[in-house]
């Protein structure tokens, strides 16, 4: 059962794209077992495997994140990474190698270290 805000989220996507998203709803009705194991896969990322349907040759991989949010919105964070990768590289996804001698030589006096982490 996909909740309410998601299902709303998914036919505002169907009403609102430019024809990629048509009749997903009914499709997702219709072929609701389908849909299941495409979702539910526990091995790998749904954004990763092909979507069920015709929709997996209508949508971009952008399109894909949207029904990652609908679907799963518990990896739509390892899902975005997945994108970056897939649209501009893996060097864009990646955090850089970095160690105290290296950041050492960009700092002095007037230019400080702040350390991020996430």
């Known amino acids: 059962m996909v909740p309410k805000l998601e299902w709303d989220t998914l036919y505002s996507a169907e009403l609102k794209s430019q024809g990629q998203f048509a009749d997903i709803t009914q499709h997702v009705v219709d072929n609701w077992q389908e849909w299941k194991v495409w979702f539910k896969n526990e091995a790998e990322n749904p954004y990763d495997t092909p979507v069920p349907g015709i ?45 105290m001698g290296i950041l050492y030589k960009d700092i002095d006096k007037t230019i400080p270290l702040i350390f991020v982490l996430s």
């Open 55 to 99: 929709y997996d040759e209508q949508l971009s991989n952008f399109d894909k994140l949207i029904l990652i949010k609908v679907f799963r919105p518990e990896l739509i964070q390892e899902s975005c990474t997945s994108y970056v990768i897939k649209e501009i590289g893996k060097f864009y996804a990646e955090s850089p190698d970095s160690s």
